[in-house]
């Protein structure tokens, strides 16, 4: 068990973490289909939309066609029915009696609701992970360090979306650090949700000198081992983070 005296449970997190949180490193549909031959060709088929979703190929607002899906990956429309109603568990589709089924719009109260939420799994996350054994947030803080390197470059460079997949990855650490299987599954959801929000606003600078300075204050407070601090600046952050976006979209395109 994490902290159990006289051992130290080695911590799982890699910065390659999870593609689903970073869509435009999805692998192409006949790449996923030969890798995942023993998978159930549902889940197959909502991986492959999955990835179009948060690519943006299928946009926020457009009708999903089931038997185009069939015919480009060469599947009855079973398993494409079984994905979707998966896709609509997760609040990334929604189904319309008699219109079909439609890639969520998210409004500005849904969005608010999912940040705040967000907010609650991150600071929670960041007050376990400030509690785990020294040589383990040794582990973690050197791995932040590397992606707040990384995320300092990119905000140097302007590259705003390699800013926000690096950003990502950083929250995704710490939300694996915390070893809770039932918080990483809600928090993928939510970050999912939430991409659709910003799909149309990754080429923007959305506070990134501002949010720079809020993750080295994260990263410190996780050496220190200091567990309310932490819970508290990474709920901060995300309301913070909130607040920037909505301030930059009601000032219009720049």
């Not at 439609?102 to 400030?130: N, P, T």
């Not at 140097?156 to 990502?168: G, P």
């Not at 506070?207 to 994260?218: F, K, R, T």
């Not at 932490?230 to 709920?235: E, Y």
Request: aromatic share 4%; proline share 4%; hydrophobic share 45%.
């Amino acid at each position: 068990m994490p902290g159990s005296i006289g051992t130290v449970t080695p911590l799982r997190i890699t910065y390659t973490f999870d593609n689903m949180l970073l869509p435009w490193l999805q692998v192409t549909p006949a790449d996923l289909l030969a890798e995942v031959r023993d998978t159930p060709l549902a889940k197959v088929v909502r991986d492959d939309m999955l990835a179009l979703i948060l690519n943006g190929d299928l946009a926020p607002g457009q009708r999903i066609n089931e038997p185009d899906v069939a015919a480009r990956l060469r599947v009855s429309r079973v398993p494409v029915r079984e994905a979707l109603r998966e896709l609509e568990s997760t609040g990334l589709v929604s189904a319309r009696k008699h219109a079909g089924v439609f890639v969520r719009l998210l409004g500005s109260k849904e969005v608010a609701d999912l940040y705040d939420l967000r907010a609650l799994l991150d600071g929670h996350a960041g007050r376990q992970s400030a509690q785990r054994a020294p040589d383990q947030r040794r582990v973690l803080v050197k791995l932040l360090g590397t992606l707040l390197g990384d995320m300092t470059r990119h905000a140097r460079q302007r590259r705003v979306q390699a800013y926000y997949a690096s950003n990502l990855a950083f929250h995704w650490a710490i939300v694996q650090a915390a070893e809770n299987a039932a918080l990483a599954s809600t928090y993928r959801g939510i970050v999912q949700q939430l991409h659709l929000s910003r799909l149309k606003n990754l080429s923007r600078d959305i506070g990134m000198q501002a949010s720079l300075v809020e993750h080295e204050d994260i990263v410190a407070a996780l050496a220190e081992g200091d567990a309310e601090r932490c819970q508290r600046l990474l709920a901060t952050h995300v309301c913070a983070s909130h607040a920037r976006l909505v301030a930059q979209l009601s000032v219009g395109p720049s």
